[in-house]
């Protein structure tokens, strides 16, 4: 097995369930030491956190609520500080809260904007005082089929994640003379907690969209994460790798 991140430090939000867990043990696997962060599920982060170690790698748990900037701030710079740098981040951490206009609640609309997007900032921007010193550095960011192609009753979800590729974008031209990079995944239909909710038939409705025919799995989403975190995609800015079975092209 390739070690594309050996001595590299990673910091992954989102890694104590689904793409964002399986990005964490890919990291390990290829040599980085990994700092998984989440919010409240303590037995799912100690799980993916053997999931590290069995994988022979190096990590931590860090427990904080993306869409607190002070707790960011602290987590990630009290990270960088005990490890001396932070050379990758992978902004996973997301919320799906699901309903038509009409029932839209301002809670539900202001939670998932903090959630979604501003904690892609905050994270980013504790991130990037470190990359900025080290002149390195490479920032994943998970947007969405959604965000692109729009779905009924995920309006404020789809505002997120759009928003996601602006901001992509924007922070991408800010840094890319300081040798970091800032890149969107966008996924499909994946198979995750969050897909888990939907029942039988709203799955089926959205296969028979899907030219590839099938959910996708982390597994699949995995790769391209890596290779943009990674020095194969050293001339790669800016941009979003689509994963999602061709239901969006
Ligand atoms: P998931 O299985 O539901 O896992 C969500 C993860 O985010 C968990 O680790 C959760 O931690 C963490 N999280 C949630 N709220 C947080 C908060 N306020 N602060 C810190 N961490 C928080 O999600 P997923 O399916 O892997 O999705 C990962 C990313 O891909 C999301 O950004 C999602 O929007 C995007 N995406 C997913 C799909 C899909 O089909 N699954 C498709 C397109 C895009 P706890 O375990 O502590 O709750």
């Not at 907690?193 to 409705?205: G, I, P, V």
């Not at 994460?225 to 689509?242: H, K, M, W």
């Amino acid at each position: 097995m390739a070690e594309r991140f050996k001595d590299r430090v990673a910091l992954v939000t989102g890694a104590s369930r689904g793409i964002g867990r399986a990005v964490a043990v890919a990291f390990a696997r290829e040599g980085a030491s990994v700092a998984l962060c989440y919010t409240s599920n303590d037995g799912a982060a100690e799980a993916a956190l053997g999931d590290v170690r069995a994988a022979g790698g190096n990590g931590e748990l860090l427990k904080f609520d993306v869409a607190d900037s002070a707790a960011v701030a602290a987590a990630v710079a009290g990270f960088v500080k005990a490890r001396g740098r932070l050379d990758v981040v992978v902004n996973s951490a997301g919320i799906a809260l699901d309903g038509l206009l009409l029932r839209q609640s301002d809670d539900d609309w202001a939670r998932q904007l903090a959630v979604n997007l501003t904690g892609v900032m905050a994270v980013s921007r504790e991130a990037a005082k470190a990359m900025l010193r080290a002149r390195y550095g490479r920032i994943v960011n998970l947007t969405s089929v959604v965000g692109e192609a729009g779905s009924a009753g995920q309006g404020a979800y789809a505002a997120t994640k759009a928003g996601i590729v602006g901001f992509t974008k924007s922070l991408a031209r800010e840094v890319a003379s300081r040798n970091i990079s800032v890149n969107a995944v966008s996924p499909g239909f994946i198979d995750t907690d969050m897909t888990a909710r939907l029942s039988a038939e709203q799955k089926d409705a959205i296969l028979k969209s899907v030219p590839i025919s099938r959910m996708g799995t982390v597994a699949d989403v995995v790769p391209a994460v890596l290779y943009l975190a990674s020095d194969e995609a050293s001339y790669v800015t800016g941009q979003v790798i689509r994963v999602n079975g061709g239901l969006y092209m």
